[in-house]
């Protein structure tokens, strides 16, 4: 009797303690739930640039309502941009009659690097200080077929009779490369290639003018002048785009330098290789 007491005693001791820990879990308060944050992220700050409403050609004068103000994000806002200060009319007033060195699209932002202040043409506004634009006349056969467009790069290339060699029996003619990778400012008034307007493809891949305007040193305008005047046939060579910016290395070699001007007996100082000629100069 005892042993079965006992036994009865401790499952009834279990069954309590079972029941108590059941009821305290119970009566616990419910865990707080878990909310997302709902903090929404800082919005992107802004700034508003000044920026082109319409194409503006190269040599193309800015107007005042060919500019407007629009919202910029502010990482992406340039040294360059014109971000708005105040009312921003006294940063439009001086920008009005300026003119564009390279096309503006609109939507661009105006940048001050593209941009000539100048009361003057559009040519003398864009020549690069110390040099000197010299024309010179071209045909399509003398012109790379009229592929030759402003802003490339070419040599010019002299051709003369020989007069001294033909009498000889020797080659009637000479040539001669007289000026290395200089640049092409304008075909007849044309400034620019058609493509870069946003116009067809087509109409920009070649232009057929009578004269090549091109940037030249003093000495190499000098040069052009008196070849101009002695040579049977001057012809642009186009070069490629890749060396356009090298130097050929027999660039000493080929190049002929006329100096000084034409002398009272129509004759012109020719050194070549270091060696001094005079060559008369056909009137």
């Known amino acids: 009797m005892k042993i079965t007491r ?97 096309t ?27 040099m000197r634009a010299v024309a010179l006349k071209i045909t399509a056969d003398t012109s790379a077929g009229g592929f030759i467009l402003p802003n490339d790069r070419v040599d010019v290339i002299m051709t003369r009779h020989n007069d001294d060699a033909a009498t000889n029996g020797g080659n009637a003619f000479l040539t001669e490369t007289i000026l290395n990778n200089v640049r092409v400012l304008a075909i007849d008034q044309t400034v620019q290639n058609k493509t870069d307007t946003g116009t067809n493809a087509d109409q920009g891949e070649s232009v057929i003018g009578q004269t090549a305007t091109l940037e030249l040193t003093p000495e190499q305008a000098q040069i052009l002048t008196v070849a101009q005047q002695i040579s ?35 004759a012109v100082t020719v050194v070549r290789n270091g060696v001094p000629h005079d060559v008369s100069v056909i009137r």
């Open 6 to 102: 006992v036994a009865v005693l401790a499952v009834a001791v279990g069954a309590g303690l079972v029941a108590a820990i059941i009821a305290m879990r119970l009566s616990a308060p419910a865990p707080a739930p878990v909310t997302a944050s709902s903090e929404a992220p800082a919005a992107a700050t802004t700034a508003q640039v000044l920026v082109a409403t319409k194409d503006i050609p190269v040599g193309g004068r800015l107007e005042a309502a060919s500019m407007t103000w629009q919202d910029w994000p502010t990482t992406g806002v340039s040294d360059r941009f014109i971000a708005k200060q105040g009312t921003g009319d006294q940063q439009v007033q001086p920008l009005v009659g300026s003119i564009a060195r390279a």
């Open 104 to 130: 503006i699209y609109s939507g661009e932002p105006i940048n001050q690097a593209k941009l000539i202040n100048s009361d003057r043409g559009y040519m003398s506004a864009i020549l690069p200080a110390g």
């Open 232 to 266: 049977d046939r001057l012809t642009l060579a186009l070069r490629s785009v890749a060396d356009s910016h090298v130097t050929p290395k027999d660039a000493a070699a080929d190049a002929v330098h006329l100096i000084g001007s034409t002398r009272e007996n129509g």
